[in-house]
């Protein structure tokens, strides 16, 4: 299958142009199944992908079983304490090795009892004595990079992908204030989203349509027209900061899936599990101080936190469902950029780069 999307020439130009020029991405690059085959094979194989919380791996022992564009992973927190990324696949009949989050010195195959050490390596094999040229010091699951961000476990499926802290560098001095690498999940809250994954990520990276479906929520604390979007210099990332009276909301993504926003009321996490060109679940996460977790007022004001973050997403949800709608429809086609979603052109060139290069 090609790992490239083509869009006629004039279409693909619209979205390359200077972004005072430059138009959003046609319609055909949210509905078309072949995109997102495109998509996992060109982004979601190959760029870094946010798949945890480092917290959420805490002791030795400790695994996290994913999915990751359709390689099974383990994500496991060995002996010396170091985050491992492995196949989750036996090197016997393929069976996944483990389904369920847990804790053990070893991954056992439920199918046969291949045993693997945290390593990954073949421990033991049983009933293979006499099988010719089979030696269990050749046998090791598949290790794919890993590197832990502001607390956040990244994994690629690339071994040649290029170190990501360095890329970020800028974005971390940003968030630097809101201590993101110290900070615990406290609460969540699960959406089901049957649209593509693009159309999340971009309504989060503007801050226009405040006046639109959050124009007595986030509006009149942190107007669109104060907005503004950093400068990447092309890397992997985004950063949309709304200046409001005397406070400030920022919003961020790190290429393609990690969404964070961070304000005088704390972080907040967008976790995405990409599944298909129509489906992902969304996972909304707020972040606080470990410290925090038991005190009473903190507990006290988590509720109200809470149902916020789920009431402003609620906002945003009618307006992933409209456009995903009006993006199937004979009438569809590409609009211009407003001079407010400087972040979604420097999103589109990334898509462009990875899908659709000229």
């Given at each position: 299958?090609?790992?490239?999307?083509?869009?006629?020439?004039?279409?693909?130009?619209?979205?390359?142009?200077?972004?005072?020029?430059?138009?959003?991405?046609?319609?055909?690059?949210?509905?078309?199944?072949?995109?997102?085959?495109?998509?996992?094979?060109?982004?979601?194989?190959?760029?870094?992908?946010?798949?945890?919380?480092?917290?959420?791996?805490?002791?030795?022992?400790?695994?996290?079983?994913?999915?990751?564009?359709?390689?099974?992973?383990?994500?496991?927190?060995?002996?010396?304490?170091?985050?491992?990324?492995?196949?989750?696949?036996?090197?016997?009949?393929?069976?996944?090795?483990?389904?369920?989050?847990?804790?053990?010195r070893y991954l056992t195959c439920p199918y046969h009892l291949w045993s693997y050490d945290q390593h990954g390596r073949l421990r033991t094999a049983p009933l293979m004595d006499g099988v010719d040229d089979f030696d269990a010091s050749d046998c090791r699951l598949m290790l794919f990079p890993l590197e832990v961000w502001e607390g956040f476990v990244f994994v690629s499926l690339d071994h040649t992908v290029e170190p990501l802290g360095p890329q970020l560098e800028p974005l971390a001095d940003i968030l630097g204030p809101w201590s993101f690498s110290e900070q615990v999940v406290v609460a969540t809250v699960d959406f089901e989203s049957p649209w593509n994954w693009?159309?999340?990520?971009?309504?989060?990276?503007?801050?226009?349509?405040?006046?639109?479906?959050?124009?007595?929520?986030?509006?009149?604390?942190?107007?669109?027209?104060?907005?503004?979007?950093?400068?990447?210099?092309?890397?992997?990332?985004?950063?949309?900061?709304?200046?409001?009276?005397?406070?400030?909301?920022?919003?961020?993504?790190?290429?393609?899936?990690?969404?964070?926003?961070?304000?005088?009321?704390?972080?907040?996490?967008?976790?995405?599990?990409?599944?298909?060109?129509?489906?992902?679940?969304?996972?909304?996460?707020?972040?606080?101080?470990?410290?925090?977790?038991?005190?009473?007022?903190?507990?006290?004001?988590?509720?109200?936190?809470?149902?916020?973050?789920?009431?402003?997403?609620?906002?945003?949800?009618?307006?992933?469902?409209?456009?995903?709608?009006?993006?199937?429809?004979?009438?569809?086609?590409?609009?211009?950029?407003?001079?407010?979603?400087?972040?979604?052109?420097?999103?589109?060139?990334?898509?462009?780069?990875?899908?659709?290069?000229?």
């Amino acid at each position: 299958m090609s790992a490239t999307f083509r869009l006629p020439s004039d279409e693909r130009d619209r979205v390359a142009a200077r972004f005072e020029e430059a138009w959003t991405l046609p319609p055909a690059a949210y509905t078309d199944a072949q995109g997102w085959a495109a998509e996992r094979e060109g982004i979601f194989r190959r760029d870094w992908i946010a798949v945890a919380r480092q917290e959420q791996i805490p002791e030795p022992g400790d695994h996290l079983p994913l999915d990751l564009a359709g390689q099974p992973l383990v994500i496991l927190r060995d002996e010396d304490g170091m985050l491992r990324a492995l196949s989750n696949v036996c090197l016997h009949r393929s069976m996944t090795l483990v389904d369920e989050p847990g804790n053990s010195r070893y991954l056992t195959c439920p199918y046969h009892l291949w045993s693997y050490d945290q390593h990954g390596r073949l421990r033991t094999a049983p009933l293979m004595d006499g099988v010719d040229d089979f030696d269990a010091s050749d046998c090791r699951l598949m290790l794919f990079p890993l590197e832990v961000w502001e607390g956040f476990v990244f994994v690629s499926l690339d071994h040649t992908v290029e170190p990501l802290g360095p890329q970020l560098e800028p974005l971390a001095d940003i968030l630097g204030p809101w201590s993101f690498s110290e900070q615990v999940v406290v609460a969540t809250v699960d959406f089901e989203s049957p649209w593509n994954w693009k159309l999340l990520v971009e309504n989060f990276m503007e801050a226009y349509h405040h006046i639109g479906p959050h124009r007595t929520t986030l509006q009149p604390r942190y107007p669109a027209a104060n907005s503004y979007t950093v400068d990447n210099g092309g890397r992997p990332w985004a950063a949309l900061r709304m200046p409001g009276d005397g406070i400030e909301l920022i919003a961020a993504v790190v290429w393609p899936t990690l969404l964070v926003a961070a304000s005088e009321f704390g972080p907040i996490w967008y976790q995405m599990d990409v599944d298909a060109h129509d489906h992902f679940h969304l996972r909304t996460h707020l972040l606080g101080d470990p410290g925090m977790v038991d005190d009473a007022d903190f507990q006290a004001a988590l509720t109200g936190r809470t149902d916020a973050m789920r009431y402003v997403h609620i906002e945003d949800i009618r307006v992933n469902e409209g456009p995903w709608k009006g993006l199937h429809s004979p009438s569809a086609q590409q609009g211009r950029l407003a001079p407010l979603e400087l972040a979604i052109w420097q999103l589109n060139q990334l898509w462009l780069d990875r899908v659709c290069p000229s």
